[in-house]
């Protein structure tokens, strides 16, 4: 059974840095691109970060670029997504998810907030 499990969300200040995690099972992580994706209660949900599978090649939503970096631990299966230089744009739930056989698959999120 596939599980996404997304932790490292909180309350930092404008300026601040988070590290999210996702942790995987119940598939061969290695073997597919994880992504982050944003989502403010009532809007869309927004893709942030791509990290491919096999070479590491990283993908970042202008919004992020040069402040967000995406990185993969295939020995742990495991997904990370450091913060830095955080707005209060940035507020919303994260969620970690891969795409595989026609689905997408979902984390339940973890919230972060940035506020003074």
């Known amino acids: 059974q596939v599980q996404l499990v997304e932790s490292g969300g909180g309350l930092v200040r404008p300026g601040g840095s988070l590290r999210l995690s996702c942790a995987a099972s119940?598939?061969?992580?290695?073997?597919?691109?994880m992504n982050w994706f944003k989502q403010i209660p009532g809007e869309e949900r927004e893709w942030v970060a791509t990290?491919?599978?096999?070479?590491?090649?990283?993908a970042y939503a202008d919004s992020v670029k040069g402040r967000f970096i995406i990185s993969r631990d295939n020995a742990n299966s495991r997904v990370d997504l450091q913060m830095n230089r955080l707005k209060p744009e940035d507020t919303a739930v994260y969620f970690c998810?891969?795409?595989?056989?026609?689905?997408?698959?979902w984390g339940k999120g973890t919230l972060v907030t940035v506020s003074s």
């Open positions: 119940g598939f061969t992580f290695s073997n597919f691109a």
């Open positions: 990290i491919s599978s096999v070479d590491g090649n990283t």
């Open positions: 998810n891969f795409y595989r056989s026609g689905r997408q698959h």
